[in-house]
């Protein structure tokens, strides 16, 4: 059994997608990030990056102990790799897959969430003109470079369906939100029809529906506190020996 740390957002449904496909069998420990569950010392022991995702593998391959792992591309890796599916290992396959898994977390869900962040910050603190308009433009190249990738293949790593096609999907889901038209990316347009049809794909998005607040429900200082929680963090001091 597989326990998925995980609260509803790209990133945590980047993993749902993989574990609907490949049918391994997991259960799911809410991690509300709202309320702070990922500062906790538990977490923090299995996250030092206090972010979830996270897994505990308790069945891994081989045997042993459990084995704890951080940071969605390197589940995604994991987890394929334990059901032999969707991560070819030939040398070629490999790598072109691996390298898209890495450019989506360099660069489309960072920048994309930079982006999100941005438009919806509006005025509150100050003109944010620059911000809004450098990470939509940048949302809009990072559009472009699936479209470009996807014009002469069915999926971004090639011909086969992989975890370089789950990990990208969940964060182009927002794409008005991040001030684009995919009409303008028939090809990327394509693949993103072909990914929302698939079952597991919607059965991995659904995970954790009914876990999320409603900010319209929550009082002023609440919503305040949260704020403070998810955009205004510094380093945390280490222990003193």
């Not at 897994?55 to 102990?65: L, M, Y």
Request: hydrophobic share 35%; charged share 30%.
């Amino acid at each position: 059994m597989i326990d998925l740390y995980y609260w509803p957002t790209p990133n945590g449904r980047k993993v749902t997608i993989l574990l609907e496909e490949t049918g391994l069998p997991y259960r799911v420990v809410p991690l509300n990030i709202g309320r702070g569950d990922q500062f906790t010392e538990e977490f923090l022991k299995l996250n030092p990056n206090h972010r979830m995702p996270a897994i505990v593998d308790h069945d891994p391959t081989g045997g042993g102990a459990p084995i704890g792992i951080f940071e969605s591309g390197a589940i995604m890796m994991y987890l394929a790799e334990k059901a032999g599916k969707f991560w070819p290992q030939t040398l070629r396959e490999k790598y072109e897959v691996t390298q898209w898994v890495i450019w989506q977390m360099a660069n489309q869900g960072p920048k994309l969430g930079e982006c999100g962040h941005f438009r919806r910050l509006g005025d509150t603190q100050g003109d944010q003109s620059y911000a809004v308009r450098r990470f939509t433009d940048e949302a809009n190249r990072l559009y472009g470079v699936l479209n470009n990738r996807l014009y002469d293949r069915r999926y971004i790593a090639g011909d086969e369906y992989s975890i370089a096609d789950m990990i990208s999907y969940p964060w182009s889901v927002g794409w008005k939100a991040q001030g684009q038209d995919i009409s303008e990316f028939k090809y990327f347009k394509r693949w993103f029809d072909e990914m929302r049809a698939r079952p597991a794909v919607e059965r991995g998005m659904a995970v954790g529906a009914d876990l999320s607040d409603d900010p319209a429900k929550l009082p002023p200082e609440e919503l305040e506190r949260r704020k403070k929680i998810l955009y205004n963090q510094r380093a945390r001091p280490a222990p003193e020996k």
